[in-house]
């Protein structure tokens, strides 16, 4: 069963930064999607930036297209998700998910999840 636990959460200003992190207890390295979704109350979660790991490919959501930038570092099993220019509207609890084969955007087909870390962005 792998773990995932994500770090970096907080309270920001609208037009702020912020850097979250997340650690497997395994590498994720070869054969897997990396990804983070977010979930504010009242609403579905939804997929933010994914990554696949081996050919270090990524994709955005539409909302979040350069201003957000998802990474991974192998050697350290863990993955990153720095958030730039942020809104009230990307305010809601973060997860760090993962995935054996090929990157989906829907939650359904993640096979490992991390506990989640809020995001709150003030206007």
């Known amino acids: 069963q792998v773990r995932l636990l994500e770090s970096g959460g907080g309270s920001v200003q609208a037009g702020g930064s912020l850097r979250l992190s997340c650690v497997a207890s395994?590498?994720?390295?070869?054969?897997?999607?990396l990804a983070w979704f977010r979930q504010s109350p009242g609403k579905e979660r939804e997929g933010v930036a994914r990554?696949?790991?081996?050919?270090?490919?990524?994709d955005y959501a539409d909302s979040v297209k350069g201003r957000f930038t998802i990474s991974q570092d192998s050697a350290k099993n863990m993955l990153y998700l720095q958030m730039n220019s942020l809104k009230p509207e990307d305010s809601g609890m973060y997860y760090c998910?993962?995935?054996?084969?090929?990157?989906?955007?829907?939650?359904?087909?993640?096979?490992?999840w991390g506990q989640g870390t809020q995001v709150t962005v003030s206007s």
């Open positions: 998910a993962a995935r054996r084969g090929p990157c989906l955007w829907s939650p359904k087909s993640v096979d490992y």
């Open positions: 395994e590498s994720l390295y070869s054969d897997s999607c």
């Open positions: 990554l696949l790991a081996y050919y270090g490919s990524t």
